[in-house]
């Protein structure tokens, strides 16, 4: 068995999708020269306006000032934040948790990870120490950090009468058997009155 170590950060991390980008030297050359013909088109229809009206305007001046348009454009695009996936609600109930995801949702990430934790963890006693106990045990520390200052390891006799004798046990000694749903009871009462 491998020692695998899993943060609460592990789990709700989500990677982005690598954008599809042009080679550097053809893609820069190409988004330079599209500008430039952005610019041109939109000088000649300016100056098409104006002379319609009547009205003489240096057509570097004019070219120029699209150009800066159209730069001014792609900059802003290129840092505008990126739109949150849009969730839409299914159901009429509001507790019944029923939403369709968007496709980049990290949390859905989260939950389908541990949901296959959970499954292989299921029946195997090994499995459930090596892969859900570690987890557990962050919960815990992270919970005795926040509401006490402390850690399982910064401050185990203190830890210990915090968490009671029974979740102590549980994320210290190897488990031989699954946990019943009484034994998780017992645990999730005690890891809330910390």
């Given at each position: 068995m491998t020692d695998q170590q899993t943060s609460i950060d592990d789990l709700l991390y989500h990677e982005e999708e690598p954008s599809a980008a042009p080679s550097r030297e053809r893609g820069r050359a190409w988004s330079w020269l599209s500008a430039v013909l952005i610019a041109a088109a939109g000088a000649a229809t300016v100056l098409l306006g104006l002379r319609i009206f009547g009205l003489a305007v240096p057509i570097e001046a004019v070219f120029a000032g699209c150009l800066a348009l159209v730069v001014l454009r792609r900059t802003v695009r290129s840092v505008?934040?990126?739109?949150?996936?849009?969730?839409?609600?299914?159901?009429?109930?509001?507790?019944?948790?029923?939403?369709?995801?968007?496709?980049?949702?990290?949390?859905?990430?989260?939950?389908?990870?541990?949901?296959?934790?959970?499954?292989?963890a299921q029946h195997d006693a090994g499995r459930f120490t090596e892969f859900m106990l570690p987890v557990l045990g962050e919960l815990v520390d992270e919970r005795l950090r926040q509401r006490h200052g402390l850690t399982r390891a910064s401050d185990p006799q203190r830890a210990r009468a915090i968490c009671g004798d029974e979740l102590w046990n549980f994320l210290n000694t190897p488990a031989r058997r699954k946990p019943s749903a009484k034994d998780y009871a017992v645990f999730v009462s005690q890891l809330e009155k910390m």
């Open positions: 505008a934040p990126v739109s949150p996936p849009k969730l839409r609600r299914v159901g009429t109930d509001p507790e019944d948790g029923s939403y369709v995801f968007g496709t980049q949702d990290g949390l859905r990430e989260a939950v389908r990870q541990w949901e296959g934790r959970l499954k292989s």
